[in-house]
C-alpha cells in the first residue's frame, strides 16, 4: 500500500486545514489509518487513528474536541479536519496504515506504511 499526505499549508491560530491521505495498491479498507505529526527537534507523535469498520476513531487529547478524523473507503482516502489550530500544531504530518489485530493506535510500531508527510504551520 502507497500512501500520500496531502492538505498541508500555512495558516493562522484560530484557523482551519483538512489534511487528506490517498492509498493506492492495496484494499484499502482492510487497515486502520493513523495520523503523526513531528515538530522540528522532537519525536513523531501521533493525532488521531480510526478503524476499519464499522468506524471507530481515537484521538490524542492534544487535539481532542479541536480534530476529526474520517475515511471514505470507496474512494481510498482519511481525512484530518483540524479546526482551532494553534501554533504548537506546526509540524510535519503523516498518514500511516496498519493492520495488526489489537493495535495500539498511538505506536508508530504497529504502522507497515507510511506516506511522505505534508507540512502544516500556524502562524500566532
Known amino acids: 500500500v502507497q500512501l500520500q499526505a496531502s492538505g498541508g499549508g500555512l495558516v493562522q491560530a484560530g484557523g482551519s486545514l483538512r489534511l487528506s491521505c490517498t492509498a493506492s495498491g492495496g484494499t484499502f479498507s482492510n487497515y486502520y489509518v493513523g495520523w503523526f505529526r513531528q515538530a522540528p527537534g522532537k519525536e513523531r507523535d501521533y493525532v488521531a487513528a480510526?478503524?476499519?469498520?464499522?468506524?471507530?476513531?481515537d484521538y490524542a487529547d492534544s487535539v481532542k474536541g479541536r480534530f476529526t478524523i474520517s475515511r471514505n473507503n470507496a474512494k481510498n482516502m482519511v481525512y484530518l479536519q483540524m479546526n482551532s489550530l494553534k501554533p504548537e500544531d506546526t509540524a510535519v504530518y503523516y498518514c500511516?496504515?496498519?493492520?495488526?489485530?489489537?493495535?495500539?493506535?498511538?505506536?508508530?510500531?504497529?504502522?507497515?506504511?507510511w506516506g511522505q508527510g505534508t507540512q502544516v504551520t500556524v502562524s500566532s
Open positions: 480510526i478503524t476499519w469498520s464499522p468506524d471507530s476513531t
Open positions: 500511516a496504515a496498519g493492520a495488526r489485530y489489537f493495535p495500539s493506535y498511538y505506536r508508530s510500531s504497529d504502522y507497515l506504511y
